[in-house]
């Protein structure tokens, strides 16, 4: 075969193709995708949410932050979005008699307890002790298939709730800089992040 022909058949290939396709072609392989191949190619595919204590919450000598329910976008979070990074040692799922019992071996602030949580007999909930949520400690991550709006969270009382800083994918999106406060009531109590 001339050189000429197959020259030719090089830049016409080369003309009809991106050089990464051409390349893969003539090499007898496939054409691999490249971030111009389609829209949104940036996009993540996974978005992890790191929480970090920044301002400890209000405690007592025994005992500290108390997630009783996490909500993403609504829908409670599940045990396989919900990575524990420092165990809680108080109580994993604590519940009252006479309500709502942990169900299994999950932790509290993904139980299936009611919602929403009006009655302290049917809450659920995970508990760190005193000393675990020192500034600068990530707690917990969670993780999802795309973008949150918004985390719901119950807590036990409102001196159980720290001051966070939560990042998505590495990047800080919310920073808190006081905790709940020093109050018992409303018991349960709620809070919204909003994420930008």
Sequence with gaps: MSAVPMLAGVGLMMVCCSSASAAAMMMGGEETPTAAAGAGADTPTEYVYEFIVNVPGHHTDKYTTAITDIRIDGVRATADQVEVHVEPEWAKCNSKAGGYECEGDVYGM???????????????????????????????????????????????????????????????????TEHGGTGGTPNPTSKEYTIP
């Design 110 to 176: 993904i139980d299936s307890q009611p919602h929403p949580t009006t009655a302290m007999n049917d809450t659920s909930w995970s508990q760190w002790a005193s000393g675990q949520d020192v500034s600068g400690t990530k707690l917990f991550t969670i993780t999802t298939s795309s973008k949150v709006s918004k985390f719901y969270f119950e807590y036990f009382r409102p001196k159980y709730i720290p001051g966070w800083i939560i990042k998505e994918n590495g990047v800080e999106v919310i920073k808190e």
